[in-house]
C-alpha cells in the first residue's frame, strides 16, 4: 500500500510527535508499504521519502499539500494531529480546511488522524479556546474515516460522542531506540542508587511531589540522585522547581540534562535504577517516555490516575501510588532499593509488557488491520 504521513515535526526536529512519525514510517515500511511523510524540515531518510514543505503551515501552503498528495497517490493519508503543532493556541483552519479539501478532492483515499491530543481542559480563563479546540477536533473526527486514539478513557469518551465514527485505541511506542536489546538493567542497591523521570516540564507531571520524596530519602541517610532527563523549558515551572530543590537543600541531588539527542537519553535511561512516572493522569499508553522506560526492563513506581489501564497491574509489572504522596513515593523507592529480587522482577515483567502491548512491531501491526479492514 501507498501511504503519505503528515506530520508538522519530524527528526532532526526534536519533538515526541515527530519522533512518532518517524518510528511509525519505518515500521510501516518494513511491511512492504511505501512511504511519504510531509513534513517542516529537510530530512535525509535511505527509506522513507520525505518532503520539506518549510516552516509555514498556513492555508497557502495547502495547494502544495494537496499537491504532494496528488503525486503520491496513497491509499491512505495519516495526519499527526496535536492542534498546537499547527496553529496559534492551537486554532487551526488551515488544517480544518485541509482535512475538508482531502475529503473533497481525494475521494477514495482513507483519511485517518492519530490524536496524540485533543483538546486543553475546560477553565473560565479558556472557556472559548476550549470550544473552538472541541469543534475543530469533532469536525475533523467527522470528516476522517479513522481516528486513532492513544487511551481507552478517550477511546470511550469519544465513541459516546460520537456513536457513528471509527475510533480505535492504539498506544504510542518508546521514541528511544533499545538498540542492544538489553534484559533488565538491576543494579545492587544498598545506600546508593539513581532514580530518573524522562519528558517535558508540563503541570500534568508532578515533579514538585518526587522532589519533596528525594529529601525525605535523604533524611535516612540514602545517597540517592535524580536524573531529570529532557529538554529545560525556562518558564514558572522550572523556577518553581528551582525554589523548592533550593528550599529543601538538595541540590546535590539532582542532576538536570536538559535537551538530549536519542543516544544520549538511552545511555541515561540505561543507568537508572528505578523509573519515576510522575503524570497525574496515571500510567497510559500515550505517555513515550513509560514506553521507553518500559523498554529498557526497569522497575517503576507511577501514579494510577484516571488513565491508567488495566495492562498495569500493581506489583506485578509496575508499582502504582496515589498521586502528590510524597510520604508514599518515598516508601516505595526505599522498599524497591533495598530489594533486589523484586526489582528484577518487575522490570522483566515491565520488558515482557512493553513486548507484548507498545512494541513498534504491535503498534504496526495495528495500523495494518485497520487498514486491512476497508479492504473486507
Known amino acids: 500500500m501507498r501511504i503519505s504521513i503528515i506530520s508538522r515535526t519530524f527528526p532532526p526536529t526534536i519533538c515526541g510527535v515527530g519522533d512518532y512519525s518517524y518510528w511509525l514510517a519505518n515500521i510501516l515500511e518494513s511491511l512492504n508499504n511505501e512511504i511519504t511523510v510531509i513534513t517542516t524540515n529537510k530530512a535525509s531518510d535511505e527509506k522513507i521519502n520525505v518532503i520539506s514543505i518549510g516552516k509555514n503551515w498556513n492555508i497557502l501552503k495547502l495547494h502544495r499539500i494537496l499537491s504532494i498528495l496528488r503525486s503520491a497517490n496513497p491509499d491512505f493519508i495519516i495526519i499527526q494531529y496535536v492542534c498546537q503543532l499547527y496553529g496559534k493556541a492551537g486554532i487551526i483552519p488551515n488544517i480544518v480546511l485541509l482535512v475538508f479539501l482531502i475529503k473533497l478532492k481525494f475521494k477514495s483515499i482513507k483519511l485517518v488522524i492519530t490524536f496524540h491530543e485533543l483538546w486543553i481542559p475546560l477553565t473560565f480563563k479558556d472557556f472559548i479556546l476550549g470550544i473552538i479546540q472541541r469543534l475543530e477536533a469533532g469536525f475533523i473526527i467527522l470528516m476522517a474515516n479513522t481516528s486513532i486514539i492513544t487511551t481507552n478513557t478517550r477511546e470511550m469518551a469519544l465513541k459516546k460522542l ?102 544520549e537519553i538511552e545511555k541515561h535511561i540505561t543507568n537508572l535504577d528505578i523509573y519515576l512516572s510522575p503524570e497525574i493522569d496515571g500510567a497510559s499508553g500515550r505517555r513515550g517516555a513509560l ?23 500493581n506489583g506485578e509489572n509496575i508499582i502504582l501510588i496515589p498521586p502528590r504522596k510524597p510520604d508514599i513515593l518515598a516508601q516505595r523507592i526505599i522498599e524497591l532499593a533495598n530489594d533486589e529480587k523484586r526489582r528484577i ?32
Open 162 to 263: 460520537f456513536p457513528r465514527a471509527r475510533i480505535y485505541k492504539i498506544p504510542v511506542g518508546s521514541n528511544i531506540p533499545n538498540k542492544e536489546k538489553l534484559s533488565p538493567s538491576i543494579h545492587y542497591l544498598k545506600k546508593d542508587f539513581t532514580l530518573g523521570t524522562f519528558g517535558r516540564l508540563h503541570p500534568e507531571r508532578d515533579l514538585l511531589t518526587i522532589i519533596s520524596a528525594i529529601k525525605i530519602i535523604t533524611v535516612y541517610k540514602y545517597n540517592v540522585t535524580l536524573k531529570i532527563i529532557g529538554k529545560i523549558d525556562q518558564g514558572i515551572i522550572y523556577t518553581t522547581l528551582l525554589k523548592k530543590i533550593k528550599d529543601l537543600g538538595i541540590e546535590k541531588n539532582i542532576i538536570w540534562t536538559d535537551s538530549c539527542s536519542a543516544k
Open 291 to 313: 514506553m521507553a522506560a518500559l523498554s529498557f526492563g526497569l522497575p517503576i513506581i507511577a501514579y494510577g490516575g484516571k488513565d491508567t489501564e488495566k495492562i498495569f497491574e
Open 345 to 376: 522482577l518487575l522490570g522483566e515483567m515491565a520488558l515482557e509488557t512493553f513486548k507484548k502491548y507498545f512494541s513498534w512491531e504491535t503498534i504496526g501491526r495495528n495500523y495494518e488491520e485497520i487498514f486491512q479492514s476497508f479492504f473486507r
